[in-house]
């Protein structure tokens, strides 16, 4: 073969591979990922809980004042009075270093639960953590177990708290992956999140408002630069929250959360820098980076529709039909790869077994997810498209066949076979008795019919 010729061929293997390849189904497109400069991160849906970036996401980190989420998500869940006063006390300055940040507020001073919050993670208040702790629970340490008992319920397993407000200690701790997950549940509480996207926040005067640097109310601005002001370079106008933290030994770490088009994300970064000269670390514009690649390839898209027909299932009991429509209980959305479509997903279909009438419309019958190289992206209730009345004929006749393959059924018959064993045995012993006794009789009737014909002899023998 001449080179040219194999040249012709070797051009024409790539341009049918090529082609195939753009045709195949499910085929998408590889995502390049960007480069983050954090020592962690994790990048997810909250939705799903799915990631769409992860760098290092189950090393263990020391959180620093991000910690504060889940102070927060203790305190509202453990308060029903949000607007209840309590007093600062010296107590809760204990172990709050005088460089640490603060929210203002002073010994004896009445404040509400809410004003606290507030307090905590806007200006990331060290004092408002610990006065929390200690009028929820009584005092910080039993506060903190509750801390460590909530992350284990939420999944996490690489988190320990040793404190409510992120000061250092080697024993407290967490991954990007855990933050991630206790920022999903916060982010769940509607209270949190009309915290965590308020940029500031004037307090109303309190008992001790003179004892104040302006001498009046606290007014509170928060620390998370993606919302403080539309005229920083660090705003994101999609950002909609959630939590800054700082010290030596954490670097600097940022939780933040945003939304555009209806597809809403939540970012980890753990373990920033700041650079030499800059008048913020790393974690903003790394945070808007990674927010503006995720919508350039991501995108909120509803799989399933609610009420999209899903499959048609046998149904006994009823002469008005033998089959049943199956439809999507709700919607079922995901943050996917913009080129994806639901026909790229693997069904997984889990229906109840013998199905039987009567069903009304809405029942739920089963379960559809959705999955994609072994990554399932969610699931949603099968329920009924229709009413199903019940035969009554075809009721009882269920009854009784069911009646028939039930163990009280065979225990039954087992008894009437035994019982009828019992009869069958005690009727021949009964007959055999009685053929013995009439033998018996007989017997002895010839016996005596035999000594009277010998006796009758006797009398009429002459020579005697």
């Known amino acids: 073969m001449t080179f040219p010729a194999l040249r012709r061929r070797v051009a024409a293997f790539f341009v049918v591979l090529l082609c195939l390849l753009t045709v195949c189904p499910g085929a998408a497109q590889a ?23 992860e ?11 991000t910690t504060k ?19 600062v006390t010296q107590e809760d300055f204990s172990g709050v270093e005088a460089d640490s940040s603060k929210a203002g507020f002073v010994v004896g001073e009445e404040v509400s639960i809410m004003d606290l919050l507030y307090g905590l993670l806007l200006p990331s208040g ?37 404190n409510p407000n992120g000061l250092h200690d080697d024993n407290h701790y967490t991954t990007a992956h855990d933050l991630f997950r206790i920022t999903q549940e916060a982010m769940k509480n509607e209270t949190f999140c009309d915290i965590v996207s308020t940029a500031q926040k004037n307090l109303a005067p309190s008992n ?53 088009k209806g597809s809403e994300l939540i970012s980890v970064m753990l373990g920033c820098e700041k650079p030499q000269g800059s008048a913020q ?27 999209t027909e899903i499959q048609e299932v046998p149904i006994r009991l009823s002469t008005e039909a033998n089959k049943l429509m199956l439809v999507a209980g709700g919607d079922l959305t995901a943050t996917v790869p913009k080129d994806l479509t639901a026909a790229d997903f693997e069904q997984s279909i889990t229906v109840k077994e013998d199905l039987v009438a009567p069903v009304t419309k809405g029942d739920k019958l089963g379960t559809l997810s959705l999955s ?15 009413d199903v009345s019940m035969s009554e004929v075809l009721y009882y006749a269920y009854l009784l066949e069911n009646f028939f393959s039930t163990p009280l059924f ?24 009685k053929r013995q006794k009439r033998r018996q009789m007989m017997r002895s009737k010839y016996a005596r019919m035999e000594q009277y014909e010998r006796q009758q002899h006797r009398d009429d023998d002459p020579k005697r």
């Open 410 to 433: 065979k225990l039954i018959l087992l008894v009437i076979i035994l019982l009828f064993i019992l009869y069958i045995t005690f009727y021949i012993i009964r007959v055999r008795r």
């Open 126 to 162: 060290n004092e408002a953590a610990n006065t929390l702790a200690r009028v929820v629970s009584g005092d910080v340490p039993t506060f903190v177990d509750k801390m460590n008992a909530r992350a284990t319920d939420l999944g996490c397993t690489g988190t320990h708290f040793a």
């Open 69 to 87: 989420i889940m102070t927060a998500l203790i305190v509202l869940e453990n308060v029903d009075d949000l607007e209840q006063k309590v007093t």
């Open 281 to 307: 670390p790393l974690t903003y514009d790394e945070t808007k980076k990674l927010f503006d690649w995720a919508y350039e390839n991501y995108q909120s898209k509803t799989l399933i529709s609610q009420g």
């Open 55 to 65: 760098k290092n996401a189950e090393e263990k980190r020391y959180p620093a004042s």
């Open 31 to 53: 995502i390049s990922t960007p480069d983050i400069q954090a020592t962690a991160v994790y990048l997810g849906d909250p939705e799903t809980g799915l990631p769409l970036y």
């Open 208 to 260: 001790k408002a003179a004892e104040h640097p302006n001498g009046k109310n606290l007014y509170l601005l928060t620390t998370n630069q993606l919302i403080l002001s539309r005229n920083s370079p660090y705003y994101y106008a999609y950002a909609t929250g959630v939590k800054t933290g700082h010290t030596s030994q954490a670097g600097y770490c940022l939780v933040a959360s945003a939304e555009k």
């Open 372 to 386: 994609l190289n072994g990554v399932t992206y969610g699931s949603i209730d099968l329920v009924a498209l229709n």
